[in-house]
Nanobody, 126 residues
Framework: QVQLVESGGGLVQAGGSLRLSCAAS????????MGWFRQAPGKEREFVAA????????YYTDSVRGRFTISRDNAKNMVYLQMNDLKPDDTAVYYC???????????????????WGQGTQVTVSS
């Protein structure tokens, strides 16, 4: 079992930056692929970024590629999402998720993730 707790959300002006953190419990953190998803009001949850078990592979949705960076520290059971050049369209609740799979095939599919955090709000003002 893995428990996930996100932090780092907040209110920021367009063009600003935020760094989200996700703390994971459990000794098996390194065996999970990790992802960030987001859900804006009135919209479905969408994939943002994912990182492979070792951190060697990273995957992004097109709208954030080049602005967001996902990373993980398996020694600390942490995963991060550095968000730069934020836009109002990035406003959403951001969720951290852990999935027992490897490779890129399933990284964008929320149904493949087994554990979810409670979410952290990111609001970008124009």
């Amino acid at each position: 079992q893995v428990q996930l707790v996100e932090s780092g959300g907040g209110l920021v002006q367009a063009g600003g930056s935020l760094r989200l953190s996700c703390a994971a419990s459990g000794r098996t953190f390194g065996t999970y692929s990790m992802g960030w998803f987001r859900q804006a009001p009135g919209k479905e949850r969408e994939f943002v970024a994912a990182v492979s078990r070792t951190g060697a592979g990273t995957y992004y949705t097109d709208s954030v590629r080049g602005r967001f960076t996902i990373s993980r520290d398996n020694a600390k059971n942490m995963v991060y999402l550095q968000m730069n050049d934020l836009k109002p369209d990035d406003t959403a609740v951001y969720y951290c998720a852990a999935g027992d799979f490897s490779g890129s095939r399933y990284a964008r599919l929320d149904g493949k993730y087994d554990y979810w955090g409670q979410g952290t709000q990111v609001t970008v003002s124009s």
